[in-house]
């Protein structure tokens, strides 16, 4: 299954109070199981930078992948984008398919 990092940017005031930021937390992850219950999860951090968080998954499609990012914006985020990733051992393998 393709592996997606989806990197989220929230508004300030849903920062300051780490219990309704959890209960926000849970609610999103509620409606992208609902809606897209073959997506697996790997990894979610919060991290320094223009982003907040960053989740890593992995999706059977783009579409699938989209509706996270959706859902994620019709959930409180002011920003989210879901960027497709290749586990470096499989880049190397394409890398030597356009080898001269």
Do not use: N
């Amino acid at each position: 299954m393709p592996t997606f990092v989806l990197m989220t940017k929230h508004g300030p005031g849903s920062l300051h109070d780490a219990g309704s930021r959890k209960q926000m937390g849970k609610e999103w992850l509620h409606k992208v199981r609902e809606s897209c219950p073959e997506v697996k999860w790997i990894a979610h951090y919060a991290i320094l930078g223009p982003y907040d968080f960053m989740d890593i998954y992995q999706a059977p499609d783009v579409e699938t992948a989209h509706k996270v990012s959706l859902i994620s914006r019709s959930e409180g985020a002011l920003e989210a984008e879901s960027w497709q990733a290749l586990e470096y051992r499989d880049f190397l393998e394409v890398l030597k398919e356009i080898e001269p």
